[in-house]
């Protein structure tokens, strides 16, 4: 039995170098689609469960699909969430994702408020006015970089939606600070200055001064009507006995902007990658999404909810997207007891990490885990998650922004099948770090049909 500041743990795996553990080995740069090597190399060593040390914390790693099921089941009982004090530090003390039970479900349901299905069905047209605008724009500027393209056209609908930003009429840059962010959000945390996490962290700062200073603007300047979802916030900070207070609410709107645009983004870039490298796919998509304007009495009327939801190739060709692109390399949790499963022994107070990118890729579950294929879908459960697919992660904290995403992707999907052609000029080579990038970015070139 092996022993970690006095506690009992599985003895597979490797606590790597002082301080340091392996955090150097986590952090490496590779350009594979498979199973990244750092988790590769110790499930061929020591499993599918093993234990590692990131910056100087004592770590589970799971790519156990029963494991990672059983965390996501025993939220709040046996495990709760937990980030890496460098992410705390990032996205902030009080984000959502490092707050628990009540505090989190109230939290939630105030998201929910923003991207329920109700609000979903009234931002359809908006969504697909700003996709159509954009890819009409893009076809004159060619070629473009499209996941700064996506980006800039996701962060703007987004920012409109929170805080009525507009980046035209704004006299600061909003997008330049998450940009900044980004760039050093999955990097060695050395606050160094020139270093990319000493950006990221200065990136958050001057985006949480913008955030406040909107703030307190429309705190001293009311609306008499709600407008976006800051009017919300500000009426629950100003309810009597309310749990929220200003941190907190800042946090929020700083986790919600990066969230819906940066992992969208990714999603969409990737999408496209996968329909010009599998023609077959874009020519099953392009037909589902021409018959939904044959089906109509008005060709050009828009696009309805009835429309969206009947989008069955999509939602697979949108899984399988998500499955491949594995934008999120880990989920964080932390034990709460000292927990047995399968013989392991996971102590109280140890970090786990579930491994995404193990469970998606796993060849017993996907035949060809690495082929690009959304017919393996067609008598799957298109929502939601389950123990061999968690995209959008499981459990209680399932992301409440799925529905949004999905939207956001297929509203895209249908404006650029039904009237463009477009082919890769440059670039689109996949790095990650352990999270998805475009180093050289993606280069494509739009025209309509």
Same mark, same amino acid.
């Given at each position: ?24 080995? /986590? ?78 479900? %109230? ?80 990097? /060695? ?118 429309? %969206? ?31 047995? /499963? ?108």
């Amino acid at each position: 039995m092996a022993f970690w500041d006095g506690a009992p743990c599985l003895e597979e795996g490797s606590m790597g170098l002082p301080l340091l553990g392996e955090t150097l080995q /986590f952090f490496a740069p590779n350009t594979s689609s498979d199973i990244p090597p750092f988790i590769r190399k110790r499930m061929d060593r020591y499993g599918p469960i093993f234990r590692t040390s990131l910056v100087g914390r004592p770590l589970i790693v799971s790519t156990d699909p029963d494991l990672n099921y059983f965390i996501f089941q025993q939220e709040g009982q046996l495990f709760q969430s937990w980030y890496p004090d460098t992410f705390t530090e990032i996205f902030g003390r009080q984000n959502v994702g490092s707050l628990h039970g009540f505090m989190y479900k %109230y939290l939630k349901n105030m998201v929910l408020h923003l991207f329920g299905p109700e609000s979903l069905k009234k931002m359809i047209p908006e969504v697909e006015a700003v996709a159509t605008r954009r890819l009409k724009q893009w076809s004159s500027h060619n070629p473009v970089e499209l996941k700064d393209k996506t980006a800039s056209m996701i962060f703007d609908l987004t920012a409109k939606k929170l805080i009525s930003y507009d980046s035209e009429s704004s006299s600061e840059n909003l997008r330049d600070n998450f940009v900044a962010f980004i760039q050093g959000l999955i990097s /060695f945390p050395l606050n160094v200055p020139g270093t990319a996490y000493n950006k990221c962290l200065q990136g958050r700062k001057k985006a949480m001064r913008m955030l406040k200073n909107m703030l307190q603007e429309r705190r001293a300047n009311p609306r008499k009507q709600r407008i976006d979802f800051f009017d919300f916030v500000l009426e629950e900070l100003e309810k009597d006995g309310t749990l929220l207070t200003e941190e907190i609410a800042l946090d929020l709107m700083f986790v919600l902007l990066f969230a819906s645009f940066e992992t969208t983004s990714l999603a969409i870039t990737a999408a496209i990658k996968f329909l010009l490298n599998n023609p077959h796919v874009l020519e099953e998509l392009t037909a589902e999404h021409e018959g939904i304007l044959k089906r109509r009495e008005i060709s050009d009327s828009g696009l309805t909810w009835g429309e %969206y939801k009947s989008m069955t190739f999509t939602f697979q060709f949108i899984n399988e997207t998500v499955r491949l692109a594995n934008i999120v390399p880990g989920i964080f949790r932390k034990a709460l007891k000292d927990i047995q /499963f399968k013989g392991y022994t996971i102590p109280s107070g140890w970090a786990v990490m579930v491994c995404p990118p193990a469970v998606h890729l796993n060849p017993e579950k996907y035949v060809d885990p690495l082929a690009f294929n959304p017919w393996r879908w067609e008598k799957s459960e298109l929502n939601g998650a389950s123990k061999h697919f968690m995209a959008f992660g499981g459990g209680m904290r399932f992301c409440v922004g799925t529905d949004f995403t999905k939207v956001q992707m297929a509203v895209f999907l249908h404006c650029l099948v039904t009237k463009y052609r477009f082919k890769a000029i440059k670039g689109g080579n996949i790095v990650r770090t352990p999270g998805l990038q475009f180093p050289d970015g993606f280069h494509v070139q739009i025209m309509e049909k």
